[in-house]
């Protein structure tokens, strides 16, 4: 059974940066696939970035693109997003997934990410 948990949320503001980690369940075979997703409160989940094959590939949703990075250090079983110029749009909860597959990644799709971390709360403000 694969684990995710989530830390590094917080409050920041706007222009502002943090930094999320996720770290895999240890004895786990890394997942293929891992990936940020976010909901807003009374919005629908969405991705924010995935990762593949150790670094190889990596996917995000144009409204985070040339801010949020997505990496991953396999020997930690870590994926951390590190989020720049924030906006007080990005505030939601911010959730972990890993994946079984390569296509997960690249279709960003929710429904295709296995397991899920418990979620961490940012907040962007003004």
């Known amino acids: 059974q694969v684990r995710l948990m989530e830390s590094g949320g917080g409050s920041a503001q706007s222009g502002g940066s943090l930094t999320l980690s996720c770290v895999e369940s240890i004895g786990a075979r890394p997942s293929i696939c891992m990936g940020w997703f976010r909901q807003a409160p009374g919005q629908e989940r969405e991705p924010v970035a995935t990762i593949a094959s150790g670094g190889r590939h990596t996917y995000y949703a144009d409204s985070v693109k040339g801010r949020f990075t997505i990496s991953q250090d396999t020997t930690k079983n870590t994926v951390s997003l590190q989020m720049n110029n924030l906006r007080p749009e990005d505030t939601a909860m911010y959730y972990c997934?890993?994946?079984?597959?390569?296509?997960?990644?690249?279709?960003?799709?929710?429904?295709?990410?296995?397991?899920w971390g418990q979620g961490t709360q940012v907040t962007v403000t003004s």
């Open positions: 997934a890993a994946g079984t597959t390569l296509n997960s990644c690249a279709r960003m799709v929710d429904f295709e990410f296995t397991y």
